[in-house]
Structure formats: structure tokens, C-alpha cells
């Protein structure tokens, strides 16, 4: 366990450092407040033992900082005093000093200090584990109460649109094919009017004027191509409720194989509108027969998580590149792009859950919290590689 330790006074400071180190502690000295600070800034220390009275920063300043310090694990900071007044041990313990210990020191009763803050700070980093299990368990109810939410409502689309997709649709057909009848009547029309117009001038006249408030020859272009965008149209509309069901896997057992380049196609086309609205090129380089043993729903959960934060990363016009390959008995997915970056204080928090960079209301801050719950509980490992400015990529490992 590492130790910093703060003492101005050189002889005492060597002793107890090496009474720490024959404890087996990990020490770094430092020869007052400031010092200690900076040293407390590059490390991580789980253990303080500092002087009260030292040049420059004295030892209640240092607790003081150290208390305002945003680390998640908690520092154990044991105060070393010949001050033995009520008001100054309540001024330092105030300041956040745990423990407090009379000077010169009594090695065993500084032992047993140390000891009493080991288990304290045991007793804090299990906490921290259970709050953390407790945490992604809940996000992870959260995200399948939503997944569940997305599968109700795709299955309501696909019977609510579905079917008058399919009318409209043949009615469209029918009439495509029955104005073919009509534009070749009015092609015939056109042709035999010059007959007409020897026998009744007037008759013509009015005709041709008809003719040409009607544009027909624009209608004999332009309405075949018109049904058949409208039927495009339609086509597309059930093509994105089936992508929904297929994301949402209503159909499926919980746990099956799953060929990696489907699963990735068919999320690339939920997101589809994304990627167009920012005119993102996605450049895919997957082995069409890799599969994996898996529960497929949850990792198309995770594909969708990662490739909409890229595109949320990425600047118009960027290209995002997907591979996945097979890599001894391991399938190894990586999603790169070249956006913004993270920062070293977001990575820190990157797969916390509810911690989010975006506005109010425009994430949960979930998404990464639940990816890294679910590539592990599939026995595999989710690493990031990002640069500020450059870009991010990250590495999904999977037992096949």
C-alpha cells in the first residue's frame, strides 16, 4: 500500500520512513506541505501521514486540499502533532484528518494507526465495488427495460403499419398499371387531333389549350417514375419497421449464434438517418463468416451504442471505418473514428454509469456503462484508444 509521507524535519522523517518501509509500505517523502501536494497530485496514495507544522503549507492545509480533491477512492490521512489542545484536534478533524498521533511517535502505536486505516480504506473500496456492481445492475435493468419498450413498439408498428403499407401498396400497383391504359388513350388522342381539327376549328382550339394546361407530354415522363418512388417509399417504410423487429430480436432465442456482419448491417441501417444527416461515410471491413456464440440482442445493443457516439463524435463529412476480424479463438471488433476525442478526465469516467458529457436531457449517460457490462459478461474486454482532436477507437474482444 503506498504511503506519503510529510515531515519538515529531516532525522525524524528518515526514521519513520524507514519504519514504513519495514512495514512493507511503498513510501514517498516529502520534506513539507507544498512538496507533499505535488507529490498527492502525481500519485496514488491510499495513506497520509503528515506533520502538522511545516514551512510553507502546514499539515491541516494539506488535509484540507487533499478532502477537496475529486478522486474516488477515499484517503486515509493520519495527522502527526506535539499539539495536544481540545480546539486544535478539533480544528484538524475538522479539516478531514481521520486519525491524529503524538509526537515523537510510539513505532508500535503508529503500527497499529496504520493498520486501523488499512481496514478503513479496505472497507471503502468494497464499497465502492458493491456501489458500482449495484449501479451497472441497475443501468442494466434500465437499458432492457428500454430494449423491452422498443421491442413492444416495433411489434405494434409492424401490425399497425404493415398492413395499410400493404394496401397502398397493391393500390398503387393497380394503378400504375391502369394508367399506362390511360396515358396510351391520351397518346392516342394527341395523335388523331390534327383529324379533328379540319372538321371543327373551335373544337381543336379548345383540345389543344386542354392539352397544354395538363402537360401531358410531362405526365407521359414523369408519372411511370412517380409510382414507382412511391412504391420505393412504401418498400422502405416496412424495411425500416423490419430492421426495428431485427434489432429488437422479437424473434429470436435469447442466446444464439450470431454472424457479426448481419448484426452490424442491420444497426448501420437503424442508424442510417444519422449517418446521412451528417453525411458520415461508414467504411465496413468484416469476414462474412464470423460468428459468435453470444446473446444477440445485447450485442446489437452494444454495436448501437458505439457507433452513435461516434457519429455523435464525428464532424460532418468524417468517415467512420468498422472491422472484424478473427483472432486466434477471440472475435476482435474495432469502430474508429476520427472525431473529437476524449479527454483524460471523461476516460476516467468513461464506463461509469449516468456520467454523460452531453446536455441535460440529451443522454443518460447509459450507454457505455450497460456495452461494458454486457461485453463482459459475455467473458470478453471493451478497450478505448483516443486522442484529443483525433479521433477514438474501440476494441471489442469476444470469445467466438
Not at 501536494?37 to 510553507?56: K, N, Q
Not at 476494441?395 to 467466438?400: A, D, E, K, N, R
Request: aromatic share 6%; net charge negative.
Amino acid at each position: 500500500m503506498k504511503v506519503l509521507l510529510a515531515e519538515d524535519s529531516l532525522t525524524m522523517r528518515r526514521l519513520l520512513a524507514s519504519q514504513l518501509r519495514g512495514w512493507n509500505y511503498e513510501v514517498t517523502e516529502a520534506a513539507d506541505g507544498t512538496e507533499a501536494w505535488e507529490a498527492f497530485e502525481s500519485g496514488d496514495f491510499t495513506l497520509v501521514l503528515t506533520d502538522w507544522v511545516m514551512p510553507g503549507m502546514d499539515g491541516v492545509d494539506l488535509i484540507r486540499r487533499i478532502r477537496a480533491d475529486d478522486r474516488p477512492e477515499y484517503v486515509y490521512v493520519i495527522l502527526l502533532t506535539a499539539r495536544s489542545e481540545n480546539e486544535n484536534l478539533v480544528e484538524a478533524m475538522e479539516a478531514g484528518a481521520d486519525d491524529f498521533l503524538g509526537k515523537p511517535c510510539n513505532p508500535k502505536e503508529l503500527r497499529v494507526r496504520l493498520l486501523a486505516g488499512e481496514r478503513i480504506v479496505n472497507l471503502e473500496l468494497e464499497l465502492i465495488r458493491q456501489n458500482q456492481k449495484l449501479l451497472d445492475t441497475q443501468a442494466a435493468l434500465i437499458q432492457s427495460e428500454k430494449l423491452a419498450g422498443v421491442g413492444q413498439l416495433a411489434a405494434g408498428m409492424a401490425h399497425e403499419i404493415n398492413n395499410p403499407i400493404a394496401f397502398v401498396t397493391n393500390n398503387l400497383a393497380v394503378l400504375q398499371r391502369d394508367v399506362q391504359s390511360l396515358l396510351q388513350l391520351t397518346q392516342d388522342f394527341a395523335d388523331a387531333l390534327p383529324k379533328f381539327q379540319s372538321a371543327d376549328l373551335d373544337t381543336a382550339a379548345q383540345l389543344r389549350k386542354q392539352q397544354q394546361q395538363c402537360d401531358l407530354p410531362w405526365l407521359h415522363e414523369n408519372l411511370p417514375q412517380l409510382f414507382q418512388s412511391s412504391r420505393d417509399g412504401l418498400f422502405r417504410v416496412r424495411e425500416i419497421v423490419n430492421n426495428l423487429r431485427d434489432f429488437a430480436h422479437l424473434d429470436e432465442a435469447d442466446s444464439d449464434i450470431m454472424n457479426v456482419a448481419n448484426a452490424m448491417r442491420s444497426t448501420l441501417q437503424i442508424l442510417a438517418a444519422e449517418t446521412s444527416e451528417k453525411q458520415i461515410t461508414v467504411d465496413t471491413d468484416i469476414d462474412g463468416d464470423l460468428t459468435i456464440a453470444c446473446r444477440p440482442a445485447k450485442l446489437k445493443q452494444v454495436f448501437h451504442s458505439l457507433l452513435l457516439n461516434a457519429i455523435q463524435a464525428s464532424e460532418d463529412g468524417q468517415t467512420i471505418r468498422v472491422n472484424a476480424r478473427q483472432e486466434d479463438d477471440h472475435a476482435v471488433i474495432r469502430i474508429e473514428d476520427e472525431g473529437c476525442g476524449i479527454d483524460d478526465n471523461t476516460r476516467k469516467h468513461l464506463f461509469e454509469p449516468f456520467y454523460t458529457t452531453r446536455k441535460v436531457g440529451a443522454g443518460r449517460g447509459l450507454g457505455l456503462a450497460v456495452s461494458y457490462g454486457v461485453i463482459r459478461d459475455h467473458g470478453g474486454s471493451i478497450d478505448v484508444e483516443t486522442m484529443v482532436g483525433e479521433g477514438t477507437t474501440f476494441t471489442i474482444s469476444l470469445p467466438v
